[in-house]
């Protein structure tokens, strides 16, 4: 199993520019999510599904949006770049079953918004 | 509101042992997790206490204290590749596992 896996790895964008950062698992997890990840802090929640076709806000979701019309992906898109945005982007998949097993992590994708 | 405290930083001699303290608040509490993350890594799922006690994976140890909203990770036999931040984490207000997570632990160990 490749786990999750996270598209581009690094990207530069110019304010105003709009892009989707691609998340794929193949461990049939039902749920997904996005975080962001700021120098010298946690991570944040950005969006998150419980299922194809069902998705939600977290605690920082301005200026994101997501759908999910398979149980394997969930693209994350920019609608506009700011250089808040500037960030490291985790997508993570989970059983539905409780957190005993914890969350899976994609190995990020850095962004820088200029 | 949920909040996380943790020591921004620790050191640590390679061989000795380090515990890395949490304390949480949380409305709804679902268990206390840890996250191990290298530079330049993603975050690794380590351990999780529901229950107050002390959970044991290999050199690694997790306690929990439901009372004291306080737990606790144990490191034993701290390696160099130990070196990394390590992250407290509590289930969030949405049900669907996902996490609020402190700011981070940065352990440094040191021959």
């Known amino acids: ?22 998340c794929a ?5 039902e749920y997904m999510s996005w975080y962001r990840q700021d120098p010298g802090m946690g991570l944040r929640l950005i969006h998150y599904s419980v299922g194809a076709g069902i998705t939600d806000q977290g605690e920082v979701p301005n200026g994101y949006n997501v759908s999910r019309s398979t149980t ?13 945005q500037t960030s490291v982007y985790f997508c ?23 | 509101g949920q909040s996380l405290e943790q020591p921004s930083e620790v050191t ?14 949380t409305s709804g509490f679902y268990g206390l997790s840890w996250y191990q993350q290298h530079d330049g890594g993603a975050p690794t799922f380590l351990s999780y206490n529901a229950l107050d006690g002390l959970e044991e994976t290999g050199r690694f140890s997790s306690f929990l204290s439901r009372s004291d909203s306080y ?5 034993q036999e701290l390696q160099m590749k130990d070196s990394a931040s390590y992250f407290c984490a509590v289930r969030d207000q ?18």
């Open chain 2, 71 to 75: 737990g606790y990770l144990l490191l």
């Open chain 1, 72 to 84: 394997e992906d969930f693209p994350l898109r920019l609608l506009s770049a700011a250089p808040s």
């Open chain 1, 1 to 22: 199993n490749a786990g999750v896996t996270q598209t581009p790895k690094f990207q530069v964008l110019k304010t105003g520019q709009s892009m989707t950062l691609q």
């Open chain 2, 94 to 111: 949405t049900g669907a596992n996902n996490l609020f997570f402190g700011t981070g632990t940065r352990l440094t160990v040191i021959p």
């Open chain 2, 12 to 25: 640590a001699v390679e061989g000795a042992i380090v515990q890395i303290n949490c304390t949480y608040q």
């Open chain 1, 25 to 29: 698992q193949d461990m049939n997890h």
């Open chain 1, 92 to 114: 993570a998949s989970s059983y539905s079953a409780g957190t005993a097993r914890g969350q899976y992590f994609g190995p990020g994708t850095r962004l820088l918004v200029l």
